[in-house]
């Protein structure tokens, strides 16, 4: 049964909001979902980059302003 994390990555910049995703994606199994929450927009940004280079599914995304929300599925 596939879980669902979250990962605050509230008042931290780049890159590490990427090295945490990238590390706590690595722990996560096949189907898990993983949700990620900051308020650095461009830290935001360079999570999808990330996400999609690598082939992870984007199911929802929403950046605005400083703050932005990001659901990834470990396919």
């Given at each position: 049964m596939p879980h669902t994390y979250?990962?605050?990555c509230i008042d931290l910049v780049c890159p590490l909001p990427?090295?945490?995703t990238k590390k706590k994606i690595s722990e996560m199994q096949s189907g898990d979902v993983l949700e990620i929450i900051g308020d650095f927009?461009?830290?935001g940004e360079n999570i999808l980059r990330f996400c999609e280079n690598q082939g992870y599914i984007v199911l929802e995304s929403?950046?605005?302003k400083d703050k932005y929300s990001i659901m990834i599925q470990k396919p």
């Open positions: 979250t990962l605050n990427v090295a945490k927009r461009e830290s929403q950046i605005e």
